[in-house]
Nanobody, 119 residues
Framework: VQLQASGGGLVQAGGSLRLSCAAS????????MGWYRQAPGKQRELVAY???????NYADSVKGRFTISSDNAKNAVYLQINSLKPEDTGVYYC??????????????WGQGTLVTVSS
């Protein structure tokens, strides 16, 4: 199983980005999918997650600006980021709670995509 993240880039404060992450491989089902970020010199933190039923949860720092969504048919998760702030700068990682056809359940991580917000 692999997760491929994309969509990062350099953007000015107040701008928007849409991050995408697609899972591929021997996937039977996906439970939660989420986005984390790691700012320079800081620990990785949860940004948002979405369950297979569509319930969402956000970090307080991004509520009202970030929107997580998923496409179960494509095994994909997205993160719409609006009103970007310099403190949103970091590497954004997607992850997914996946069950394979062989019955193995594990958390898989994408490679990360860099978001840089200039002031």
């Amino acid at each position: 199983v692999q997760l491929q993240a994309s969509g990062g880039g350099l953007v000015q404060a107040g701008g928007s980005l849409r991050l995408s992450c697609a899972a591929s491989g021997s996937i039977f089902s996906i439970n939660d999918m989420g986005w984390y970020r790691q700012a320079p010199g800081k620990q990785r933190e949860l940004v948002a997650y979405i369950t297979s039923a569509g319930s969402t949860n956000y970090a307080d720092s991004v509520k009202g600006r970030f929107t997580i969504s998923s496409d179960n048919a494509k095994n994909a998760v997205y993160l719409q980021i609006n009103s970007l702030k310099p403190e949103d700068t970091g590497v954004y990682y997607c992850n997914a709670d996946i069950v394979t056809y062989s019955g193995v359940r594990s958390i898989s991580w994408g490679q990360g995509t860099l978001v840089t917000v200039s002031s």
